[in-house]
Nanobody
Framework: QVQLVASGGGLVQPGGSLRLSCAVS????????IGWFRQAPGKEREGVSC????????YYADSVKGRVTISRDNAKNTVYLQMNSLKSEDTAVYYC???????????????????????WGQGTQVTVSS
């Protein structure tokens, strides 16, 4: 049974940091790429960052580039999202998701699509507020 469990969210002041974790079971990070998405109230779910199964190549949305780092620990089957310099607009529920195979990161216009990911975690709330 495939399971993705997202954790690490919380309330943080603007400029603060959080590290989200996505604990994966039932599949291997060598075979599945992992993406982090977020959804704010009244907005569509958007891709934040992804890490490819093949070589660990990464994708970052322009809105978080330079502030967010995705990484993985294959031994623990866990993917992390380190978020720094958080802004109020980062407030959202954050989800991790798994897609079989490598990501097409060679395409310069690549953006992760929610329908491309097969398995989803339950989400963790991130609130950035003073």
């Amino acid at each position: 049974q495939v399971q993705l469990v997202a954790s690490g969210g919380g309330l943080v002041q603007p400029g603060g940091s959080l590290r989200l974790s996505c604990a994966v079971s039932g599949l291997s990070l060598n075979d599945y790429s992992i993406g982090w998405f977020r959804q704010a109230p009244g907005k569509e779910r958007e891709g934040v960052s992804c890490i490819s199964s093949s070589d660990g190549s990464t994708y970052y949305a322009d809105s978080v580039k330079g502030r967010v780092t995705i990484s993985r620990d294959n031994a623990k089957n866990t993917v992390y999202l380190q978020m720094n310099s958080l802004k109020s607009e980062d407030t959202a529920v954050y989800y991790c998701a798994a897609q079989r195979g490598a990501l097409p990161l060679l395409y310069p216009d690549y953006k992760p699509g929610i329908y491309e990911f097969d398995y989803w975690g339950q989400g963790t709330q991130v609130t950035v507020s003073s």
